[in-house]
């Protein structure tokens, strides 16, 4: 496959990932505490806003270090199946990965043994409600979390979803391998070396995936600015995408459309990014409202779980 010319840069890699999990204290202990990673934004599902939205990430929410959650208490368990989103995969330094593996196992969150994916080692996990994540070796300094190494879609035919992102967002087909649990595994690439440049397709016989607690609810890729946000859009209505019109998520500019495969794609600016509302310092540590929420402050906070947020 090969990307055509385009006007615009192409898509640097994912801004964000967003999963469905279960009650939002597991979630917060299980990403801050285990994983090391910084709650950046907490908020609230802007169109459930009796519902959080807790967002991960580095020190400053830098775009490809991104995880977003819609805790729901009390959510029936999802299923992995074709159609969806499998796993987002994290960079670790190599020469922290058996620390991290050993201490992880210790823990009971490693799933089974270390895989090797296109001449990388792989861990598996599995979070307190089942979404299943991974850690693959990079060459980066440090012995924490990098940024996102990639996402894996599973889907029945990867080629319409392989056309997407190479003809649209400009991804390089870096060839293919056959999947440990079973399938084969495509690999496409962004240009650059920005995180989360890596998108894994997987083609495997299954039921169909069912969205629930432990389970992705959508990807989402970098635009720049608003100029090249559009542009995408209208390249992606030229490929004969249904695409929704720009929506305003306080802290990035969305669209939404549903590709080929059946997973639901974002793309979301880099602007005005988190510190519209927080200093840095303050990132994370209360509870923000978009406009059109505040005035329903009180009743939204009486209604959310508590939620005890480690300094």
Known sequence: MTRTATAMPPVAGLHHVTAISGAPQANLDFYTGVLG???VKKTVNFDDPGTYHLYYGDRVGSPGTILTFF?????APGREGPGQALAYAYDLPRAAF???AERL???GHAEGTVS??????VLTLRDPHGQRLELVEADID???LGGFHSVT?????P??????LTDVFGYTDLGSEADAGGGERLRLKAPGDAPGAIIDILRRDGTPGRQGAGTIHHIAFRASDDAMQLDIRARLQAAGQQVTPQIDRQYFNAIYFREPGGVLFEVATDPPGFMVDETEAELGSSLKLPPQHEPLRARIEAHLPPLKVPA
């Not at 805790?71 to 959510?75: D, E, K, M, S, Y």
């Not at 879609?153 to 035919?157: G, H, N, P, Q, S």
């Not at 080629?159 to 997407?164: C, F, Y």
């Open 37 to 39: 990673q910084r709650l």
């Open 71 to 75: 805790p729901f208490v009390g959510a």
């Open 98 to 100: 058996d620390n991290w």
């Open 105 to 107: 196992r210790n823990e």
């Open 116 to 121: 090797e994916r296109f001449g990388a080692r």
């Open 142 to 144: 440090g012995d924490a």
């Open 153 to 157: 879609l599973w889907v029945d035919d």
């Open 159 to 164: 080629a319409p979803t392989a056309r997407i």
